[in-house]
């Protein structure tokens, strides 16, 4: 039986969110991007509605949610400050990272904190993965992992870390066995207060001013064995889960986004008079916003049957393929319906007084925020054909694209 509606439960937690995210973060949008943050009273609501561990295990301290009713929240989230939303405490891809690579007892261990009563609020988690450049002399990453007696060395440096100067741990996948590139990669769990790790300085990006994006420096890094994450089945396997889960996190926040600049066009065609009538009622004006309309509508429909897939348990590929499709789309589909909306409004939409420009650079940071429109692609027609899921082709690396995993 097919359903095109929330149920009861997730219409009013949807409704409570979005009374939330309208009220204390879309009303400040322009101060919370001046101050390139949000104040810690507004995290602490955010994290007493759950936000934080909405999607975490249950296990570990989360509400278990699922990924449909997290993308319907995260929407709303989108569509008050996108760059607001990637600025509120929490594990973010950290969690989404630990839950696909740990085992359960590591899991558990690991993301508990994050749910803390006492001071979740104030804790962020982040994932080191982007390098700026491919190694020279091999594929995989240049950060390495070396064994060192009982546990392991790490030396390298990571680029655009969401939270790299506010978390207090961070996921950094090195290169343990050097000769099986991409097949070859290790996970582990190292805190930023350990001896040889470095904060670089915050990057000025052209959107998500709110969020914290910055490097990290590993200079042989010790950390125990334990710090390395193992999954029961296939690493490489569980990193292609954690990049296309998390992704319909931003995915969602892309269509949040869409669905705002789609409506601040709308309202402005329809008060913009010329020539006697409604901007709207011009046939070209009347076109553009039909088409943004349709895209917003689709981007919505191919979100909710991606995390619908991973819900209902369906085969992993074909979870895989719709979670590509999805995040490609709504990410061309954000781009698009904010570029509209700058230019629907004219000379003004460049203006700063208004909030269309920021939703176009926005987007445009979003972009690049979770696995590209152009490495979906790849993802979906290596599904679509049947072709193995060779990392090199399908996880973003120095060689497609550095990205900001967030």
Known sequence: MLSFEPTEEQRLMRD???DFARATLG??????????????????????????????????GGQGLGLVTTVLLEEELGRADAAAAFALAGPGAFGTAVAELA?????????APFASAEAGHARFGAVG??????????????????????????????????????????????????????????????????????????HATVGLDCAWFGELGLDAVSVPAAARLEPEGSFTAALVRFFAKRALVVAARAVGLAGRAYDMARSYCDERVAFGKPIGHFQAVAFELADRHMDVESARWLLWRAAWHWDGAQPERAALGASAAATAHALEVAMRTADACVGLHGGIGFVRDLLAE????????????????????????AVEVGAPLDPAAVLPTPEAQAIFVC
């Not at 322009?30 to 934080?52: C, K, S, T």
């Not at 085992?103 to 993301?111: G, H, K």
């Not at 920021?358 to 979906?380: E, G």
Request: hydrophobic letters at 45%; one cysteine or more; glycine letters at 10%.
């Open 129 to 202: 993965w982007s390098e700026l450049r491919p190694n020279a002399e091999r594929a995989g990453m240049s950060t390495v992992a070396v064994r060192d007696g009982a546990g392991y060395r790490l030396s390298g440096h990571k680029a655009f870390v969401h939270n790299a100067g506010l978390a207090e741990r961070v996921l950094v996948v090195a290169q343990v066995e050097p000769e099986r590139g991409w097949d070859g990669l290790g996970a582990f769990v190292v805190p930023t207060d350990a001896p040889g790790v470095t904060i670089g300085a915050r």
């Open 16 to 18: 409570s969110v979005g």
């Open 358 to 381: 920021k939703l176009m650079r926005d987007a445009k940071q979003m972009a690049l925020a979770c696995p590209t429109a152009l490495l979906c692609d790849q993802l979906a027609a």
């Open 103 to 111: 085992r359960p007892l590591e899991r558990a261990a690991l993301l």
């Open 27 to 60: 009303a400040h949008a322009r101060e919370h991007e001046a101050m390139r943050g949000v104040p810690d009273a507004v995290r602490r609501a955010a994290f007493e509605l759950g936000l934080g561990t909405m999607d975490l295990p249950e296990d570990a």
